[in-house]
């Protein structure tokens, strides 16, 4: 079972593959953890769909990993809040480097990326 600290480290690796599929992982992580959020006490459910739904569109730009389990959820959705919000963000910044060194793929990384950040921001802001 891969970890919230598994994730980071698999982003920040160099394997092309290994930062796709970490990447891939980070945004099905997050889309989980907005969807358990989202009618909890004291969140913005709006953003908290925001983010679930940037997550789910992220991740169909990219194949799902051939291998491994997913990191589950938390007890406490609300305490990976924060730690989802910093995978989202390096998620978004590896993919960017992942398309300067990969030309063939940089439009539809790049659009990934964009959609690991805006995520990020929507479930930054979940917090009422």
Excluded: K, N, Y
């Excluded at 459910?45 to 990191?71: F, N, Y």
């Excluded at 963000?89 to 060194?101: D, G, K, N, P, Y």
């Excluded at 990934?112 to 917090?127: E, K, N, T």
Aim: glycine share 8%; charged share 20%; hydrophobic share 55%.
């Amino acid at each position: 079972m891969t970890t919230i600290e598994g994730l980071a480290a698999a982003l920040a690796g160099e394997r092309v593959e290994a930062v796709l599929a970490a990447s891939w992982d980070v945004l099905d992580l997050a889309q989980r953890v907005a969807d358990a959020v989202t009618w909890a006490e004291g969140f913005d459910e709006v953003h908290a769909m925001a983010a679930a739904e940037a997550c789910a569109t992220g991740m169909a730009g990219l194949l799902p990993p051939g291998d491994g389990q997913p990191v589950e959820v938390p007890s406490d959705p609300v305490a990976a809040v924060a730690p989802c919000v910093e995978l989202l963000e390096l998620t978004a910044r590896r993919l960017i480097a992942v398309a300067q060194r990969e030309p063939a793929a940089a439009p539809l990384l790049r659009e990934v990326a964009g959609h690991a950040a805006g995520a990020g921001r929507a479930l930054s802001a979940v917090r009422s």
